[in-house]
């Protein structure tokens, strides 16, 4: 039944971000987000899946990778580079959130100006997260499992070495 009750929520994310770029002609709907839904209703209570991790890892992400883009150019290395350090970006704000990793990839193959920051990025993420509030509610599961930085990240999140402590 939990399989199920994800699935569903899944779908009400992914066609409420659809409906929103297709009929009402706000772009929100982005690659990575596909991947986010997966982690919000199948592990809502996994850190990659707060909202801070959603939210933030988009933006840092995509903010690095239009600065990447935007300095370097749309070179191979560029790319390689703005990924890694969107990595370190979201280790470093503790707003990891892994599908948020293949945003510089879509900035770099779109050449996506800086409005690809607020939209679909920021407000799709804001909407996905909001989706993710009412459906959880919906179905008594409990979301979020925290909000902001009240909440020490797990090391391994924030990029340390758990064996060196």
Not at 69 to 75: A, H, R, V
Request: hydrophobic fraction near 50%; glycine fraction near 10%.
């Amino acid at each position: 039944m939990s399989g199920v009750l994800s699935c569903a929520g899944i779908f009400a994310a992914i066609a409420t971000l659809a409906y929103c770029s297709f009929e009402l002609k706000v772009l929100l709907a982005l690659g990575s987000l596909g991947s986010s839904t997966v982690l919000l209703f199948c592990f809502p209570e996994s850190h990659f899946s707060q909202p801070r991790s959603i939210v933030g890892g988009h933006f840092v992400s995509t903010a690095v990778g239009l600065a990447a883009l935007s300095l370097c150019g749309q070179t191979w290395w560029a790319l390689g580079a703005a990924v890694a350090l969107a990595a370190a970006a979201m280790m470093l704000t503790r707003t990891m959130h892994p599908p948020a990793g293949s945003n510089p990839i879509i900035v770099f193959l779109g050449l996506a100006d800086w409005h690809f920051l607020f939209f679909p990025t920021l407000a799709g993420a804001v909407v996905l997260v909001s989706v993710g509030l009412a459906y959880h509610r919906w179905c008594r599961r409990p979301y979020p499992q925290y909000w902001g930085f009240e909440h020490e990240a797990p090391a391994s999140v924030r990029g340390e070495d758990s064996a060196a402590a």
